[in-house]
């Protein structure tokens, strides 16, 4: 099974919609770092994503793996949270097959780092595709109104055209 490499925002969105199983089904082992960790599990022990990361953990689908360059990190976070950037410093080491990103400066700096990237709806989209889900626009709904994710009018329409849902 293929390699990935998560940021905090895409587990904790698809946790809010009861999807982060996708992950697993999708990628098998799921990669986090030492800051997404800390800020999806012990900042938000409260909130949505605690309590599912804490058990994918302890399954084994998802590991904490922290990155060796403490310099590259650094350097990432003049532009990118701590989380972001340990997530992209990680890729850059390990070259997984894909990083989920969804904030556009992290995409951005994937880009030029050359990481193959997706996010929460690029994953909707191939649950859709892959007939995990039966309506991606239910489930772009789901995760604009339970789980308080933001998606732009113009990427809504663009995902549900992809599927032929528009």
């Known amino acids: 099974m293929p390699e990935a490499i998560s940021d905090s925002s895409t587990l904790i969105h698809l946790v809010g919609i009861g999807r982060l199983e996708l992950l697993k089904e999708f990628y098998g082992k799921i990669l986090i770092t030492p800051a997404v960790w800390k800020e999806v599990v012990e900042e938000g022990k409260e909130r949505p994503g605690a309590a599912e990361v804490i058990e ?6 998802i590991e904490v793996i922290a990155p060796s360059n403490e310099s590259v990190v650094r350097l990432l976070e003049r532009e990118l949270h701590k989380g972001e950037a340990e997530a992209v410093a990680l890729a850059i080491e390990r ?5 989920f990103l969804d904030e556009l400066e992290a995409r951005r700096v994937a880009d030029v780092y050359g990481l193959r990237k997706t996010g929460v709806v690029g994953i909707l989209i191939r649950a859709k595709l892959g007939g995990k889900v039966v309506s991606l626009r239910e ?3 789901r995760l604009r109104s339970e789980a308080g994710f933001w998606i ?8 549900l055209k992809a599927v032929a849902e528009e």
């Open 56 to 61: 994918a953990q302890k399954s084994g689908w």
């Open 95 to 99: 070259h997984p097959e894909v990083i």
């Open 139 to 141: 489930e772009l709904d």
């Open 152 to 159: 732009g009018d113009e990427i809504y329409l663009q995902a």
